[in-house]
């Protein structure tokens, strides 16, 4: 059994001493805690954890070929028998099969016939289509056991991080409606089902309502833990910290809107009442509301 998530961590007398961020982990942990302690029971010896212990957010790149063939590896194994590997022939065919389903596709410059991008050539937008498409993929058609669950969340913890860097997402070229196509699945946590949220309020900024990279996904108790427990974007942080840089690029983003509108005043993250507005739950109560008056 294998889990990912984030944990507050020191060193204690030269033992390391590590605190569960997401609560809704420690079923997961209790889990592997309990396996572990009835093996030992059973063989008499100590099973020793295998950690990799990381600090992220200083110096990492993002890999987007590692990361494609992580979660085709994963696809696989969800439909294997035993969870088995593919083997290198077996990845790539598969690799080949999804292409097809979610890769940008470019005309054959010498039929026109349109052919799918393949990884090791395709730009970061192109990269990042594919590997949308691969998470939905796995979130819609995949039952995962917990290790290959903590396999797809690292790489969805990577690739929040790395698209928080970006001049250019992929969210700046398509609607919300277009990500709803895609994105089924909490972008804090990976867990389903999700509702759609302003990052950026619609009364803090107006014009950023229809823009898809002022959208967050969330299970509605991660929307009830930002509203309820956190009272800074900083406390949202220490338990989601790959989601800083996605929120920091919508604030930009809306003050750049504010200026070009020549509008006064800039829209800060310190002002919690701009933040986190669920847009389904808003576009239900306007259905209800036209319902009633017969519209």
């Not at 309990?34 to 954890?49: A, F, M, V, Y």
């Not at 035993?82 to 890769?103: G, I, Q, V």
């Not at 809107?257 to 306007?286: C, H, K, P, T, Y």
């Amino acid at each position: 059994m294998k889990i990912c998530s984030f944990f507050h961590g020191c060193l204690v007398n030269d033992k390391v001493v590590l605190k569960i961020t997401d609560e809704k982990d420690l079923i997961t942990l209790r889990k592997l805690f309990k396996s572990k302690s009835e093996r030992e029971q059973r063989t008499e010896k100590e099973i020793l954890l295998e950690c990799e212990i990381d600090a992220a957010f200083q110096k990492r790149t993002f890999r987007q070929l590692r990361a494609v063939f992580k979660i085709v590896t994963v696809i696989f194994q969800s439909d294997s028998e035993n969870h088995r590997p593919p083997t290198e022939e077996e990845k790539y065919s598969l690799y080949l099969d999804l292409l097809d389903l979610y890769a940008d596709k470019i005309p054959n410059r010498y039929t026109g016939e349109l052919r799918s991008i393949h990884i090791s050539e395709a730009n970061t937008v192109a990269g990042s289509h594919l590997i949308d498409g691969l998470l939905y993929h796995v979130t819609t058609l995949c039952s995962l056991p917990n290790d290959l669950q903590a396999t797809v969340r690292s790489v969805l913890y990577e690739w929040e991080i790395w698209r928080g860097k970006q001049e250019h997402d992929i969210n700046d070229d398509r609607t919300i409606e277009q990500m709803r196509e895609y994105l089924v699945y909490s972008e804090a946590s990976g867990r389903t089902p999700v509702h759609f949220h302003h990052i950026v309020s619609r009364g803090a900024c107006p014009a950023a309502i229809e823009k898809a990279w002022n959208i967050l996904a969330l299970t509605p108790d991660e929307h009830n833990f930002f509203h309820q427990q956190c009272k800074t974007w900083d406390e949202f942080f220490e338990v989601y910290p790959h989601l800083r840089g996605r929120v920091e690029m919508a604030y930009r983003k809306c003050n750049e809107l504010v200026q070009r509108n020549n509008e006064i005043g800039i829209i800060s993250m310190a002002d919690m009442d701009n933040a986190i507005e669920d847009i389904d739950s808003v576009e239900s109560l306007v259905d209800m509301t036209l319902g009633a008056q017969g519209k």
